[in-house]
């Protein structure tokens, strides 16, 4: 086929289709380019509802981590709780001895032994006391009866009518209570 077209016939023809071709690469590269911007839209879309989910299940192990680490701390609190209460229980119920021994010690007259000696908290504010021990003399052993009456601390005083039998050379035997309050 012969082209019979002018030259610059042909040469605006030629444009034409030149044209024609870039309009539609120009096309193409926009239809693609716009393709793969929703393709990358919906991409990091994803990518955040994955980021959210996954912040939504830290945030959800991390309140259980919390709240197991609080259950913890709270046993061991009431752990150490219960343990100080059975404390003070026994230090309420505490017989301070050595204030006991103290007072009867200066009491005690000349010529008085104390063999055993034994103390019970009968109740808080309360203590038991029994003691045993040996005497030259019955005049002895009743000053110490006289003085252990004195004491303000002291009450329900009871020496048992076996201590009077003997003058000389008893072995005797009190039984009394005092207060806790020294």
């Known amino acids: 086929m012969i082209n019979l077209l002018p030259l610059q016939e042909r040469i605006a023809i030629l444009f034409k289709r030149r044209g024609k071709i870039i309009i539609i690469l120009w096309f193409l590269v ?14 990091k879309i994803y990518l955040q509802d994955q980021i959210e989910y996954q912040d939504i299940i830290l945030k959800g192990i991390e309140k259980e981590a919390k709240d197991l680490g609080v259950q913890d701390l709270q046993q061991e609190i009431n752990s150490v709780n219960e343990s100080l209460i059975s404390l003070q229980g026994f ?26 000696i034994s103390v019970t908290s009968s109740d808080n504010r309360n203590s038991k006391i029994n003691f045993s021990g040996f005497t030259l003399n019955r005049d002895i052993l009743l000053n110490f009866k006289e003085n252990l009456e004195k004491e303000k601390s002291f009450k329900d005083i009871y020496f048992p009518s076996s201590n009077w039998v ?17």
């Open 30 to 43: 926009l239809f693609f380019s716009l393709c793969f911007i929703l393709i990358l839209f919906s991409i």
């Open 91 to 116: 230090y309420e119920e505490e017989v301070y001895i050595v204030n006991i021994l103290e007072k009867i010690s200066k009491l005690l007259p000349q010529g008085i032994y104390l063999n055993d």
């Open 166 to 182: 003997k003058a000389t050379n008893i072995d005797f035997y009190v039984t009394l209570e005092s207060d806790n309050n020294f």
